[in-house]
């Protein structure tokens, strides 16, 4: 399989978080008197590139392999008026323009292995069935042509359990680390991690956990669980198609 990639990923800084921040965005922000909700600045990342993966099913349906090589150029931006955009919206205002200011450019070479445990099966919209044990690392050096030094470590459990009738029961236990020491290469709570961390991932990223304001918690590692209790109370309607 070979994919075409553009993803967009916003960093929300709130009060109180500069010291996550690179040094040299952290630099060019003061302490304001904004609310804690709502982000002194930020920054966002736009990569652009291509990956190649392939897959081989050492046991069908039940193990599987996958090694993927991705190649993107990443553009950092800072966004320094988040909180004023955001407060004259809030108060019914016209908001002004968001100064977008390009911090870097780099290029991101990485590799990625991911070994599948399990199956899960789509039955119904938004109704899945099964069990799956993923785990995933995923490397960038400069030995294969990146710019930056770091890997991932991902691991995760999810399953779906029938209570009966339309009743489900969905769960997910996630744990991640990252030997990188730019917050850029670590993860986020209530936000989307980038696609290397999706074994098959149509989209560039995948909501981890919800309740949370997106980006609000990140770091080097991280670790979540979802349980969800699913009612079914409209299905597919099959498509009938006549010439």
């Known amino acids: 399989e070979v994919q075409l990639v553009m993803a967009g990923y916003l960093y929300n800084l709130y009060p109180g978080e500069l010291s996550r921040a690179p040094a040299d965005i952290a630099a060019q922000y003061t302490p304001d008197s904004y609310a804690r909700s709502v982000p002194r600045s930020g920054y966002e990342l736009i990569r652009r590139g291509a990956f190649v993966d392939y897959g081989k099913q050492l046991v069908p349906d039940v193990l599987l392999i996958s090694l993927r090589y991705l190649l993107f150029r990443e553009h950092t931006y800072t966004l320094s008026n988040i909180a004023q955009v955001m407060d004259a919206q809030n108060r019914g205002l016209d908001p002004p323009a968001l100064t977008r200011q390009l911090l870097r450019t780099q290029r991101l070479s990485l590799i990625r292995l991911a070994l599948l445990v399990g199956g899960i099966d789509l039955i119904d919209n938004y109704r899945f069935r099964g069990q799956e044990l993923s785990a995933m690392l995923v490397g960038s050096s400069c030995a294969w042509g990146s710019q930056r030094d770091f890997a991932w470590l991902y691991l995760s459990q999810r399953g779906f359990v029938t209570l009966g009738g339309p009743l489900d029961l969905a769960y997910r236990v996630s744990a ?57 109370l409209v299905h597919d309607l099959p498509l009938i198609w006549s010439a």
């Open 176 to 232: 991640m680390k990252s030997t990188a020491s730019d917050p850029l290469d670590g993860f986020t709570l209530g936000g989307d991690n980038f696609d290397t961390l999706t074994y098959n991932g149509k989209f560039p990223g995948i909501l981890n956990i919800r309740g949370f304001r997106s980006t609000h918690f990140h770091g080097q590692n991280a670790y979540y669980a979802n349980l969800e209790l699913r009612c079914t």
